[in-house]
């Protein structure tokens, strides 16, 4: 299997890119906050971070399960997957999204658990390319769930104080990492770089 193998800053690209969706709903929810605890921004950071550490957990291991079947197209598995997640985001940043207008600053699990839920399943798909990548699965996924957690736990400040000046910015540059990175992976396997 020819594998790809990221370095470690590649790597955080990728967790500060998956973070950005956890990143724009805590703005959303800092945005509905009228006084923001610091306990409210451990649970955001708890609940992003550890599913967003959860589902590339995930999707690593089903992809190792069915590898076999897909190792003469890894390099085009992992470029679509990115592309299509980094489109998705900067799609998402366009479209007005209803969930966040109707969304309430309530941190228990009944609000937190389909947030968390939702913000994760890209990380699903950055899972699976990584059971084709060299990449130490444990650290990567750490390094993501700390990302997202901090991502998190910031956004609900920023919101708070700075409004939603920043979510679709962040959110369009999270797309856009993801698909370059995509593309260096595809032209590095087809010999162009």
Same mark, same amino acid.
């Given at each position: ?105 309530? /941190?228990?699990? !009944?609000?937190?658990? @389909?947030?968390?839920? &939702? ?7 950055? #899972? %699976? ?32 104080? /700075?409004?939603? !000046?920043?979510?679709? @910015?962040?959110?369009? &540059? ?7 990175? #995509? %593309? ?10």
């Amino acid at each position: 299997m020819n594998l790809v193998k990221p370095a470690m800053f590649q790597i955080f690209l990728i967790a500060l890119s998956v973070s950005m969706d956890a990143f724009a709903v805590s703005i959303g929810k800092g945005l509905t906050v009228r006084r923001l605890r610091g306990v409210d921004a451990l649970k955001t950071a708890l609940w992003f971070g550890g599913f967003q550490a959860l589902f590339p957990l995930l999707g690593f291991f089903f992809a190792k399960t069915f590898a076999g079947y897909v190792t003469a197209v890894d390099h085009w598995i992992i470029f679509a997957l990115l592309a299509f997640i980094g489109g998705n985001m900067i799609h998402e940043a366009f479209e007005e999204d209803e969930e966040n207008a109707k969304e309430t600053a309530e /941190f228990d699990w !009944r609000h937190m658990l @389909p947030l968390a839920v &939702a913000c994760s399943i890209d990380a699903f798909a950055v #899972g %699976v390319s990584f059971a084709f990548m060299q990449v130490h699965v444990w650290s990567s996924v750490l390094l993501i769930g700390v990302t997202t957690g901090a991502f998190s736990a910031g956004g609900l400040y920023i919101g708070r104080v /700075f409004g939603s !000046r920043w979510q679709k @910015p962040a959110q369009i &540059a999270g797309g856009v990492v993801l698909i370059l990175i #995509g %593309v260096k992976v595809l032209l590095e396997h087809l010999g162009v770089l």
